[in-house]
């Protein structure tokens, strides 16, 4: 199963309060899915082959059909792992459905205006 949530940073900052940071990997869409051969992932390359991240996920990064959201957010000083864990969870669904449910994307890339008329992708 292809990762969903990759945690990159967790900052205790001097309140005590954290700062947690990482990126979703979104699955796109049919109408959503637009290739990018040259992305680069935010998990820095180092650490994708320490975690375990495959050739494969990477792929559909670049392929379009994984798309690659960044987040970062505080948590207060004595929130708990497992807290923190479910929040990442409840946005990441709220993430998901933000795209699924968005403009048409890939139909739409390629689409040109030539001062008159709107020409679609081909």
């Not at 049919?30 to 495959?54: D, E």
């Amino acid at each position: 199963m292809a990762r969903e949530i990759i945690v990159t940073s967790v900052i205790k900052n001097p309140d005590n309060s954290v700062t947690v940071g990482g990126v979703y990997w979104l699955a796109a869409p049919t109408n959503r899915v637009i290739p990018r051969p040259g992305l680069v992932s935010q998990v820095p390359l180092a650490s994708a082959v320490t975690w375990g991240i495959t050739t494969g996920e990477l792929a559909a990064l670049q392929a379009g059909t994984t798309v690659e959201q960044s987040f970062s957010f505080g948590v207060a000083a004595g929130v708990g792992a497992a807290s923190i864990e479910a929040s990442l969870q409840t946005d990441y669904a709220t993430q998901q459905t933000a795209l699924t449910n968005s403009a048409p994307g890939a139909k739409f890339v390629g689409a040109s205006w030539d001062g008159t008329t709107w020409t679609a992708a081909t």
